[in-house]
């Protein structure tokens, strides 16, 4: 099995999610139990890695060669996950730090939510933004469509979160968000989420489409680059369904992560009810 091939981009692909996601949240179970200094000496340390996403993002912009289509994904997964660690941390969040009071209006909820999380989103517009301006009409566009590919996806899984969703996971969530979920909603599924899978689930269709029915006629990049594409957005849709469906899916990371500072059994209250699960 070579670089080139459709399959081994795919498996790649996986990989770095799961590990990516692991590094992150390992990480930010050792900041939980730090002060706000230390989190942001982290973030801070850690800022080559965006760094590094940039140079690499604007290094394969030039060819799509399969190289080109390895470095374009994995850059585009370097500025994601080193936003996302700011934000776990608590280091770039939002102005909104307290729990939703009960009773609040509807119209005052959906500000407040936007509060908790709103330096983090305004980042990653600005980041997106800059991508699209720097690599208008280049060759490789696979980490340009990397990253808008987890940008829109992230933002249609929070506010599937806000409207109301079966299952949410709070294993996860670090001190320094304890607020935010008060500001989701268990519930049926809503209006959103059917719109969130199908569109997910025609983009998946459409990068096998291209990565199947042009295979004469990209470069072996460009089959890469579908193949990756292919993998991620799928991998998206999964995380999507991981609300709704009963999977055990923190197995897939519990194992990996340092001893939370805080027990297990802890809960934290959503609604009406509590809710494990990613």
């Known amino acids: 099995m070579t ?3 459709p399959w081994t981009g795919a498996l790649i692909a996986l990989f770095a999610w ?9 990480l930010v179970r050792w900041a939980d139990g730090q002060s706000a200094a230390t989190r942001l000496a982290l973030v801070v340390l850690t800022m080559p ?9 604007l290094g394969a912009l030039d ?4 190289e080109g289509a390895y470095i374009g994904f994995a850059s585009a997964l370097a500025l994601w996950a080193w936003v996302e660690l700011a934000f776990l941390t608590g280091v770039i969040a939002g102005p909104v730090v307290t729990a939703l009071p009960e009773g609040t209006p509807e119209w005052e909820r959906f500000l407040r939510a936007w509060g908790t999380v709103a330096y983090h989103e305004m980042l990653l517009a600005a980041t997106m933004l800059t991508l699209i301006l720097i690599s208008w009409d280049a060759a490789n566009s696979v980490g340009l ?13 929070k506010l599937n979160l806000y409207l109301g969703v079966p299952r949410i996971n709070v294993e996860f969530i670090p001190r320094a968000l304890a607020h935010v979920p008060s500001h989701f909603r268990v519930a049926p599924l809503n209006w959103l989420f059917p719109l969130s899978i199908t569109a997910l689930s025609l983009a998946t269709m459409c990068w096998i489409d291209r990565a199947m029915t042009s295979g004469d006629l990209l470069s072996p990049g460009g089959v890469v680059g579908f193949s990756l594409l292919t993998a991620i957005t799928a991998l998206a849709a999964l995380e999507h369904w991981f609300m709704v469906l009963p999977l055990p899916d923190a ?8 001893k939370a500072p805080t027990p ?9 009810e509590d809710a494990h699960g990613l």
Not at 264 to 272: A, H, V
């Open 3 to 5: 670089l080139a091939a």
């Open 18 to 26: 799961w590990f990516s996601t692991g590094a992150i949240l390992a």
């Open 49 to 57: 890695v965006f760094g590094f996403g940039i140079l690499g993002f």
């Open 63 to 66: 060819t799509l060669s399969v």
């Open 145 to 157: 469509w990397t990253f808008a590919i987890l940008f829109f996806a992230r933002i249609s899984a």
């Open 251 to 258: 197995k897939l990371w519990r194992w990996m992560l340092p």
């Open 264 to 272: 297990k059994t802890q809960k934290i209250r959503l609604g009406s």
